[in-house]
């Protein structure tokens, strides 16, 4: 019996962590802003969107984040770095966010401003390990939509958490409240990603 994949099926079958990349190949600035224009559909807590993105092209900077990050081939060769942020003070946009909800018509203004209120009185008073873990959890879904939708534009991604997140902070000066997650390698593969196996998923999950 054949089985047929769905187009996001056959993405996410398609997509491996590919570590060979094609020196030299640009990818044109439109692109990589319709990826990530693309990517902030994602989720997260409350709407607060907390992912920020350095975008890294130049070739001399690459070449310095290597030797920040175990000296990891791929984030020399590949086109670009997208670096996922998180922002510890996602909760400062809460007024932006809800109010822009009333604006376009997705809620009355009281239940707007209810959640300007809610989310600055929760959020701004959470510790910051918990903020620190809402914003991880979140920069996790937006990195997934970007993997796999570099790999529908036909470029391929690794994403990597091997990097030294303290000298990256110094580096790009981040503020305070910003703080590195992921990096993001990009690029048109020169060598195929190595295969990767999954455990069974009868092994993994329970019905009750
Ligand atoms: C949070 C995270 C951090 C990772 N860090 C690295 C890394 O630093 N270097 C690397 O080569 N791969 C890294 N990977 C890629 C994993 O090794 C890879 O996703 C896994 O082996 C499954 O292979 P696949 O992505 O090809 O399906 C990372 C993956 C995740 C999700």
Redesign the pocket.
């Known amino acids: 019996m054949t089985i047929t994949q769905t187009a996001i099926q056959q993405l996410m079958h398609d997509?491996?962590?590919v570590?060979k990349y094609k020196e030299g190949v640009v990818i044109p600035h439109e692109k990589l802003q319709a990826l990530l224009q693309n990517a902030i559909t994602a989720p997260s807590s409350s709407n607060m969107q907390p992912w920020r993105f350095i975008v890294i092209e130049d070739q001399q900077v690459k070449k310095e984040l290597r030797q920040i990050s175990?000296d990891?081939e791929q984030v020399e060769t590949s086109s670009a770095i997208i670096a996922v942020l998180g922002d510890l003070e996602m909760y400062k946009n809460a007024e932006q966010i809800y109010d822009a909800n009333f604006e376009q018509g997705f809620m009355p203004r009281e239940v707007a401003d209810l959640m300007i209120k809610n989310s600055l009185g929760l959020y701004g008073s959470l510790p910051s390990e918990k903020l620190s873990s809402l914003v991880h959890f979140d920069a996790g879904l937006i990195s997934m939509q970007i993997m796999l939708l570099a790999k529908d534009m036909g470029y391929d991604t690794?994403?990597?958490?091997?990097?030294d997140k303290i000298k990256f902070a110094e580096r790009f000066n981040l503020p305070k409240n910003e703080v590195p997650i992921?990096l993001i390698a990009i690029g048109e593969a020169a060598a195929p990603?190595?295969g990767?196996s999954r455990l069974p998923v009868e092994q993994i999950v329970r019905y009750i």
């Open positions: 997509r491996k962590s570590r175990n990891q690794v994403p990597m958490g091997g990097f992921l990603a190595y990767s």
